[in-house]
Nanobody, 124 residues
Framework: QVHVVESGGGLVQAGGSLRLSCAAS????????MGWFRQAPGKEREFVAS????????YYADSVKGRFTISRDNTKSTVYLQMNSLKPEDTAVYYC?????????????????WGQGTRVTVSS
């Protein structure tokens, strides 16, 4: 079993930045692909970004490409989501997920372990 805990959410003005962190435990972190998803009020959960076990392969949703950066530190069993140039439409609960594979995907159903989420609110 993998335990995933997100942190770093909060309230920020449009144009600002936040960095989300996700700590995973319970399994060798370097064997896991990791992903970030988000769910806005009244909307379905959507893919944001994902990263392979060594960090060499990353995927981004078109809506965040160029603004968000996913990275990981396997020595700390932590994955990060640096969010810059935030927009009000980025407001959502952000979830970190772990996949029992070294290969990342963009499909939420292919991730096995999820955190409780951290809320990000971007004011205009």
């Amino acid at each position: 079993q993998v335990h995933v805990v997100e942190s770093g959410g909060g309230l920020v003005q449009a144009g600002g930045s936040l960095r989300l962190s996700c700590a995973a435990s319970g399994r060798t972190f370097s064997n896991l692909a990791m992903g970030w998803f988000r769910q806005a009020p009244g909307k379905e959960r959507e893919f944001v970004a994902s990263i392979s076990w060594k960090g060499r392969t990353t995927y981004y949703a078109d809506s965040v490409k160029g603004r968000f950066t996913i990275s990981r530190d396997n020595t700390k069993s932590t994955v990060y989501l640096q969010m810059n140039s935030l927009k009000p439409e980025d407001t959502a609960v952000y979830y970190c997920a772990a996949r029992s594979s070294v290969v990342p995907t963009v499909v939420s159903g292919e991730y096995d372990h999820w955190g409780q989420g951290t809320r990000v609110t971007v004011s205009s």
